[in-house]
């Protein structure tokens, strides 16, 4: 069959145009691509950081309107976010689902953000409060105190921080947060077990003592050997010294200022009001006993919340109670 020159001409242009289409194809062109519908790849907006005059403080980046909560931020779950309940009371038990694997994420937690200061066991011992670095000690999660807090009350040191412990929200998650209080419980539990468990099992009672005598013997043995600076003197200058290097200012003011616990200015000598009622007198007994055995009297008003300073010679403690009573001196 015959194509007429009427066809033959426009059908030759159409598959050359066509060969030519599919030729350009995966070819490099320094050109800027054509746009014959430009939809949005040209307009007005402003990166980060730029001037914008429309603004009287001529910023681009606006912060959100008041009172307005970014998608998936809502903490609108008291008893999950701040670990109280509605009343402002502790959260009796972890709200979240405690399986093995929860409980290694909370060991994983731990390990990274705890084990320096309360040890890899929850006993205070963590490397930076055994050097000499000056920060205050770290309670053991084996007190007593501590083995009966509500979780949420744990809970809220992680998220608030407490005395000179920093907060960790930002570091840590929600249900990273109560990770650790689960195995913070998990090693309360690991370190004591009582007698007629362990017989259950197959397990070297008379091993572990003589583990545990012995344990007690080094630490004794390494604290005889500490030779503390300034061994033997007693002095003002000295126990004013050591109250900024055990951070005793993080709760104690020194001006009468009310803080986590009383102030110092004036104590010596003082009537102190216990929180079972009675009375007594602040003299060196009183505070030598304070430092050592800080809940034993608990002073009216005041949470129990000071840690043990046992790890202190009796050089360095006389030498603190030689400071605060300079502070009753000086009232």
Known sequence: MNVSNTYRYPLLSVLILAFAMVSCRGQL???????????????????AQQENLFFEDR???????E??????????????????????????????????????????????????????????????MTGEYG????????????????????????????RTMPSYRNQLPVEDRWAVVAYVRALQQSQNVPEDILREYDI?????????????????????????????????????????????????????????????????????????GSTVTADEDYLYESIVNPQDQITAGFDPVMPAFGHLSDDEIHSLIEYIKSLADND
Do not use: W
Request: net charge negative.
């Open 67 to 128: 009172g307005t909560v970014a998608r998936g931020n809502l903490r609108d779950n008291l008893e999950l976010h701040e670990g109280t309940y509605a009343d402002g009371e502790f959260l009796d038990e972890n709200p979240m689902e405690i399986t093995e694997e929860f409980l290694y994420r909370g060991k994983d937690r731990y390990d990274i953000y705890c084990t320096m200061c309360h040890g890899g066991v929850g006993d205070g011992q963590g490397i930076i």
């Open 59 to 65: 910023r681009a980046m606006r912060t959100p309107v």
């Open 29 to 47: 062109s320094d050109k800027p691509p054509i746009h014959p519908q430009q939809n949005m790849y040209f307009q007005d907006r402003y990166n």
């Open 204 to 276: 070297d009672i008379a091993a572990l003592d003589q583990a545990y005598i012995q344990e007690q013997e080094a630490i004794a043995e390494l604290e005889e050997q500490r030779v503390p600076d300034d061994e033997g003197e007693v002095s003002v200058e000295r126990g004013e010294q050591l109250f900024t290097q055990q951070g005793c200012q993080a709760c104690h003011s020194t001006d009468g200022t009310e803080m986590i616990g009383p102030s110092m200015a004036g104590l010596f000598e003082s009537d102190v009001e216990l929180d079972d």
């Open 135 to 162: 920060y205050v000690p770290a309670p053991s999660f084996h007190e007593e105190r501590i083995r009966e807090m509500p979780d949420g009350e744990i809970y809220s040191a992680i998220h608030n921080g407490v």
